[in-house]
């Protein structure tokens, strides 16, 4: 009897630990029961309509009406995608694709003309109220961003992000929002990828508002956003939580920087880019001791002193506003692109931004390209990029709110789907193999777009758009039909697997 059971005990350890190969090989091309799949747009990439019906200009009017030599073929996003008037066929690809959520931004100047409070242009509330409901009513959860870039031209004549005057106007729009919409939108945003439009106060031929004062007036953008932030989320916690019900987030862009060489020095300049880079943000939000990273305060003070400066180009925090920004999130949300080889070295204009990260960054020649030169296509870098995420941030939530590619059109686009189906490998497998809180995914981007001063000339779309037709006809690439198939099964089909 004792050996019957010896053997039925091996034998129930043999199947049940088969099972489990047989389940974990399955499991980890699957998306989690709870995970959340999309797509995302941008207010000012997909509207038109820029003047219609009582919309104030924003800073990206005033680019490309001041200076169409910014931009390829001197574009603009007057008319874009006309999702203004065609925001029902956006509704309706997204159902087609099967998108459980989809991220928008809405465009302050378009609710508020003039930046501030005191005017509030109810045809902009009625637009973004018939794409929340056409959305609902089509079953798909609206994720809004509430800044994309397209600050009101009035509050750039005030000075834009470097006047900390703008945290509390922030406040001010913000409560707007949550007035007319919470009651409906669950997922917001507070500020999308402020890394890259703090760079409008970096270079003079840049992103709006293309304003030159790298390494000083980027920084003072910064600090703005971080405490506008803090007070939109402190502001949900005190007049809408308990009535609403739901979750505010912040996006952030990062590349993966892998080290060039494996020496100590490589090491520690892609340790800096991390917190030069997504640590400026994420840092004062997200740790438990709050503030800037400490490397970031010690480079920006000492090389502000060495250049003559009596104070840190990095403004500083006191301790009641690290209380005040640390711990305002209910999520960290994600967007990831590429990734950097980083080497120990000092280059770059004097002052910067990346002159005082103390990194050297290159891209390897071997990484496949896109359309973008800055994009190179490194899914392993994802994987990676989410386990810093996870070890340095104590495992948040994470919601990749950006991913994707470019190219310069057509229908056939196998290099997205290439792209799509390795990322999403990859981030399964930093879910299930090593225990990252990865909880939505929105691709960027549902249609092409105006893509900032590239024009239309860049493409990320999964859906083609003809900008030659004024009815912009939105047709389905195979990205398209690929990703309705992943988020139709919730699984990466086995052709792509590996
Ligand atoms: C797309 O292009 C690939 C590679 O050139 C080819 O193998 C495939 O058959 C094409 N698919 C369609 C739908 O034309």
């Not at 990703?483 to 990466?492: C, G, P, Q, S, V």
Request: aromatic share 14%; net charge negative; glycine share 8%.
């Amino acid at each position: 009897m004792w050996v019957h059971t010896f053997f039925f005990v091996i034998l129930l350890v043999v199947v049940s630990g088969a099972r489990r190969d047989v389940a974990s090989s399955d499991t980890v091309y699957t998306f989690p029961d709870e995970f959340k799949l999309g797509a995302a747009t941008a207010s000012y990439q997909i509207e038109g309509a820029w003047d219609e019906n009582g919309k104030g200009p924003n800073i990206w009017d005033t680019l490309t009406h001041e200076h169409p030599d910014y931009v390829v073929d001197g574009a603009t996003g007057d008319i874009a995608d006309d999702s203004y008037h065609l925001y029902k066929e956006d509704v309706k690809i997204l159902k087609e694709l099967g998108a459980q959520v989809y991220r928008f931004s809405i465009s302050w100047a378009r609710v508020l003309p003039e930046g501030h409070d005191n005017i509030v242009n109810q045809d902009g509330i009625d637009y973004y109220n018939n794409l929340i409901n056409e959305l609902l009513a089509n079953g798909i959860e609206p994720m809004v961003t509430m800044y994309h870039w397209d600050l009101p031209q009035a509050l750039q004549d005030l000075g834009g992000w470097p006047n900390l005057v703008l945290a509390k106007y922030s406040e001010n729009y913000a409560r707007v929002l949550f007035k007319n919409f919470g009651d409906r939108v669950k997922l917001w945003l507070t500020f999308n990828e402020p890394l890259t439009f703090m760079d409008g106060y970096a270079s003079e031929i840049g992103m709006a508002p293309s304003i030159n004062t790298p390494g000083i007036g980027d920084y003072l953008a910064a600090h703005t956003v971080i405490h506008a932030h803090a007070r939109i989320y402190h502001l949900y916690d005190q007049e809408f939580r308990a009535e609403q019900g739901g979750k505010v987030g912040i996006s952030l862009n990062i590349n993966w920087c892998e080290p060039a060489t494996n020496s100590a020095e490589d090491r520690a300049s892609c340790e800096n880019y991390q917190q030069f880079n997504l640590g400026l943000y994420a840092h004062p939000i997200f740790t438990e001791e709050g503030d800037y990273p400490a490397v970031l305060k010690d480079r920006v003070s000492r090389n502000s002193a060495d250049e003559g400066y009596t104070d840190s180009r990095l403004p500083q925090f006191t301790a009641e506003e690290v209380e005040y920004i640390r711990g305002t999130h209910d999520f960290l949300g994600i967007n990831f692109y590429t990734a950097l080889l980083g080497k120990s070295g000092v280059e770059g204009y004097e002052p910067s931004r990346y002159r005082d990260s103390g990194v050297i960054l290159t891209q390897d020649a071997a990484w496949p390209i896109s359309a973008s030169s800055w994009l190179k296509v490194v899914p392993w870098g994802f994987r990676k990029e989410l386990n810093w995420i996870k070890n340095e941030y104590n495992n948040p939530p994470v919601f990749i709110t950006e991913n994707g590619f470019s190219d310069y059109g057509g229908l056939n686009d196998t290099g997205r789907v290439h792209y799509y189906t390795e990322h999403l490998k990859e981030m399964l497998k930093a879910i299930h193999e090593d225990g990252v809180n990865v909880i939505g995914y929105t691709a960027w981007s549902l249609m092409d777009n105006f893509e900032w001063l590239r024009g239309y000339s860049e493409k990320f779309g999964i859906y083609a758009v003809d900008f030659e037709d004024p009815a912009r006809p939105r047709i389905p690439k195979e990205s398209a039909k690929v990703l309705a198939e992943i988020m139709n099964t919730r699984k990466i089909p086995e052709r792509f697997r590996d």
